[in-house]
């Protein structure tokens, strides 16, 4: 399985302050058709995950411009622009490269 | 918009079959877009992919559980399920049943754009 590892594990950001995420896959992402298979998911205090970002770069239907996402073959970054406080949540990034998908451990997102 | 949501047991005795269902509402299961996945997530942990299906049977599983479990679909009822046999407590997670739009990427396996609210599962006797 490919393995998924974010950095750091815990997040504590400012309100109005940038963050970023890091990701590394054990393997490249990128795909023949050059797409690089890379999600950003955050999961919400007692929500379900929601998807931010797919395909490495591709903000998702409804998902603010702070966020982005950018990444070469294996490592990968998610951005807000300037952390809101309903930012607050566990952020995950999953490959969709190989079967079976595999997810990072999370990073917790928390306002200072 | 499409909402799915998950029912079944809460508990479940270990070496028994967990069974779940998830109904979804606002769209049909035979959308030629989408395949239908099952997620769980330990308590305190992260998430683990447990399958796919299509409308018309197809499925896919993760190798680390794919001999014990059973993914099926009923388009009559615009529902789908998940079997998983000779549970133990290390099969204690909420289940998520989430949607994944292929046609956005190509893949089956990423986007899940839609997902129910959960359904917390434990195995205990």
Known sequence: DIVMTQSPLSLPVT????????CSSSQSL???NRYKYLDWYVQKPGQSPQLLIYLCS???SGVPDRFSGSGSGTEFTLKISR?????????????GLQTPPTFGQGTKLEIK | QMQLQ???PGLVKPSETLSLTCTVSGGAITSSSFYWAWIRQPPGKGLEWIGNIYYNGNTFYNPSL??????SADTSTNQFSLYVSSV???DTAVYYCARSDFQKTGTIQAHFD???????VTVSS
Do not use: F
């Open chain 1, 15 to 22: 309100p109005g302050e940038p963050a970023s995420i890091s």
């Open chain 1, 58 to 60: 591709n903000r998702a």
């Open chain 2, 88 to 90: 133990t407590a290390a």
């Open chain 2, 114 to 120: 839609s997902w129910g609210q959960g359904t917390l």
């Open chain 2, 66 to 71: 794919k001999s014990r479990v059973t993914v």
């Open chain 1, 30 to 32: 990128l795909h023949t």
């Open chain 1, 83 to 95: 952390v809101e406080a309903e930012d607050v949540g566990v952020y995950y990034c999953m490959q």
């Open chain 2, 6 to 8: 998950e029912s079944g």
